[in-house]
């Protein structure tokens, strides 16, 4: 596609509920970021795949937090037994490799946690 | 470990008066700097970035910023606000680490125009 897409832009759940969300990078972008945005923070780092594999989940809260990226493109972020304290803005953002030049957002997923 | 560090929470302007805003990092080298923009209900945007060489770099919407290794700043500059820039403005930093790179953003300033 032309960016990066996320779906769903908004997703309500009850407080327990696992939740998957999902991200379509850049066509032929091999390298794919998830970041959570607080209400008047800044992005922080989740995870960051390299083709199908996280090179690096350092940024998972817990254990709850799993992503995967099983062909090296759409990747799922996946939350189990959600607390309210989840509810964030969730970025995804991908780049090429073949040298860092920058990371390309897309729009995010609001996630509230009731 | 890398970090940004954006000092002022809102900065306010009056329409057609210079910008400036700050952006200090921590780290070991020279990293990877970059200036993102959020509208509300948008993604972040890619304003410019410094990867090396001149260290007073363009960017889009006739914004600039310098690398002062000597300050660990990149603050960002722009001459003459206008209405449109009311946004959020982010400032990244990425550190190569086992091959990658992963930015790390400041907490953003939240720019308010005045007409």
């Known amino acids: 596609g032309a960016g990066v897409s996320q779906t769903p832009s908004n997703k309500v759940t009850e407080k327990g509920k696992y939740v998957e969300l999902r991200c379509d990078p850049i066509s032929g972008h091999t390298a794919l970021y998830w970041y959570r945005q607080s209400l008047g923070q800044g992005p922080e780092f989740l995870i960051y795949?390299?083709?199908?594999?996280?090179?690096?989940d350092s940024g998972l809260p817990n254990d709850r937090f799993f992503a995967v990226r099983p062909e090296g493109s759409v990747s799922t972020l996946k939350i189990q037994r959600t607390e309210r304290g989840d509810s964030a803005v969730y970025l995804c953002a991908s780049s090429s490799t073949g040298g860092f030049t920058e990371a390309f957002f897309g729009q995010g997923t609001r996630l509230t946690v009731v | 470990a890398q970090s940004v560090t954006q000092p002022d929470i809102h900065i306010t302007v009056s329409e057609g008066a210079s910008l400036e805003l700050r952006c200090n990092y921590s780290y070991g080298a020279t990293p990877y700097l970059f200036w993102y923009v959020q509208s509300p209900g948008q993604g972040l945007q890619l304003l410019l970035k410094y990867f090396s060489g001149d260290t007073l770099v363009q960017g889009i919407k006739g914004f600039e910023a310098e690398f002062k290794r000597s300050q660990s700043s990149f603050n960002l500059r722009k001459p003459s606000v206008h209405w449109s820039d009311a946004a959020e403005y982010f400032c990244a930093v990425a550190e190569r680490s086992g091959g990658s790179y992963i930015p790390t953003f400041g907490r953003g300033t939240s720019l308010i125009v005045h007409p």
């Open positions: 795949f390299q083709g199908t594999g996280a090179a690096d």
